[in-house]
C-alpha cells in the first residue's frame, strides 16, 4: 500500500461549500453520493501520490461533478416534467475493455435516429441540450484539465460529437471508474467493486431524462465496460435493457487496458506502480466477467448478442447490421454510408503498439487461466477460433 502524508485534495466539506458558492445553488438531490467523495477523497490524498498537476486536476474534476449535480437539481426543480420523461429500450455496450467496444460505439452512434452520449455533455449535462438555442458552448470544449487528458488521448477514436462512456455519469455519484484511470487509489477500487450501485444508476436515468428533454425520443446506445459489474442494479433501473457484447483475447485485453491506465495516471502522479496497475485490471475484470456469466446463466442471455473483436475487425458493418437484424430495426442507407465512412478515417485508430507485459507484473497465459470460464464461454458466445 503506498501512502504520502498530508494530501492536497480540499476535504469533502470544503468541495461541496466551494461547489455551492461557485454555482449560487444548495440542493445536490439524493445524499448517497457523499459517501463514494469521502472515500474517494480520502484515497487519493493518502494512496495517490498525485503531482501538482494530478492535484489541480483531480480537484477540478470533482468539483465539476458537484457543480453538475446542483445544476442538475435546479433544472429538475424549475421543471419537474422532466421526471415524466421515458427511456425505452436502451442499448448498453458491455464487455471487457479493449475489445473493440468504443469502435462499435461509435458505429452506431453514426445512425441519425439515435440517441446517444457524446463526448462535450458527458462531463457537463447541463444546461440541457434541449435548451439550448444555436451552437452549443460546450461542443469541442474540455470541461476540465482531467478531462483533457481523458478524452484527448489517442489509444480510442475520438471526434468532435463522439460517442463517450457512462463513466461521466456515474461520476455524479462518485461510484465510477474514471477516478482511478485517474490515480492509483487502491481503497476506493476495493470499495468500488464491493459498492452497491443502485442509486448510482437511478441517477444516471435522472441525467439521460434532462439530456432527452424536449429533444425527438430516439432510443439509446450507451456503453460502459464498468456496467458488466453491476447487471443487477442497472436492470433495475432499466428493466427494458438489452445488451451487446464484445469479446477479445483476455490476455491481450488485460495488458491492454492497465497500459491506458498507466497512460493517464502517469500524467498526474511521477511514482506510478505499474505492477499494481496490471494486479488491479485482472482482478477487477475477472470478477466482472464472473459476474457477466453469472447474469446471463440466471436467465439474462436472451438480453445479449455477441460479437469478437476479430470478426469486427473483419466486416465491421456486417457485424452492426447482425446487431440491427436482432434488435429487429432497419440500417438506412444514411446510417450505412455514415458508418463506411467513419470505419474508413478511424480503421488505423484501433491499433497501437504491444505494451510491455514484463513492466505490469502480468504474463499473458496466466492471465488466460484466470479467465478460463470466460474462454469457455467466449467460443459458444462469438466464436472466431480463439478459446483453447
Known amino acids: 500500500m503506498r501512502h504520502r502524508i498530508g494530501g492536497r485534495i480540499p476535504p469533502p466539506r470544503d468541495l461541496t461549500e466551494r461547489a455551492e458558492k461557485e454555482t449560487g445553488l444548495s440542493d445536490f438531490g439524493a445524499e448517497g453520493f457523499r459517501e463514494g467523495l469521502k472515500i474517494l477523497v480520502d484515497s487519493l490524498n493518502s494512496e495517490a501520490r498525485l503531482n501538482a498537476l494530478g492535484e489541480s486536476a483531480l480537484t477540478q474534476r470533482i468539483l465539476l461533478h458537484l457543480k453538475q449535480r446542483l445544476e442538475i437539481e435546479a433544472w429538475y426543480r424549475r421543471h419537474p416534467e422532466i421526471e415524466d420523461e421515458e427511456i425505452r429500450n436502451p442499448l448498453f455496450g458491455v464487455s471487457l475493455p479493449r475489445t473493440g467496444s468504443s469502435a462499435l460505439s461509435f458505429l452506431l452512434a453514426s445512425d441519425p435516429a439515435v440517441r446517444y452520449l457524446r463526448v462535450w455533455e458527458s462531463s457537463r449535462p447541463c444546461p440541457p441540450p434541449g435548451m439550448v438555442e444555436g451552437p452549443d458552448p460546450r461542443r469541442g470544449v474540455s470541461a476540465s484539465s482531467a478531462d483533457e487528458q481523458l478524452k484527448g488521448g489517442t489509444r480510442t477514436p475520438t471526434g468532435i460529437d463522439g460517442a463517450m462512456e457512462c463513466q461521466d455519469l456515474m461520476a455524479l455519484d462518485f461510484r465510477s471508474q474514471i477516478f482511478q484511470a485517474f490515480a492509483q487509489i487502491p ?36 456503453k460502459a465496460p464498468t456496467h458488466l459489474l453491476y447487471l443487477d442494479a442497472l436492470v433495475a433501473t432499466y428493466p427494458d435493457a438489452r445488451f451487446v457484447m464484445t469479446h477479445r483475447d483476455p490476455g491481450e485485453v488485460i495488458l491492454s487496458v492497465a497500459a491506458v491506465y498507466a497512460d493517464i ?39 445479449f448478442h455477441d460479437i469478437h473483436f476479430r470478426a469486427m475487425l473483419a466486416d465491421p458493418i456486417g457485424q452492426v447490421r447482425e446487431l440491427y437484424a436482432w434488435l429487429g430495426e432497419p440500417i438506412s442507407p444514411a446510417f450505412a454510408r455514415s458508418m463506411a465512412d467513419w470505419w474508413q478515417s478511424n480503421e488505423n485508430a484501433q491499433r497501437m503498439p504491444r505494451p510491455d507485459a514484463t513492466l505490469f507484473a502480468l504474463d499473458p497465459d496466466a492471465v488466460r487461466q484466470h479467465f478460463s470460464e470466460y474462454r469457455a464461454r467466449m467460443e459458444r458466445w462469438a466464436p472466431f477460433g480463439e478459446a483453447a
Do not use: C
Request: charged share 30%; aromatic share 14%; glycine share 8%.
Open 265 to 303: 495516471a502517469g500524467k498526474f502522479s511521477d511514482a506510478l506502480d505499474h505492477a499494481w496497475l496490471g494486479e488491479l485490471n485482472l482482478r477487477t475484470w475477472s470478477e466482472a466477467m464472473r459476474r457477466g456469466i453469472a447474469f446471463r446463466d440466471a436467465g439474462g442471455d436472451p438480453r
Open 187 to 222: 481503497r476506493y477500487s476495493e470499495w468500488l467493486l464491493q459498492a452497491d450501485l443502485s442509486g448510482t444508476y437511478a441517477y444516471h436515468k435522472r441525467v439521460l431524462k434532462l439530456l432527452q428533454w424536449r429533444q425527438p425520443r430516439r432510443p439509446w446506445r450507451l
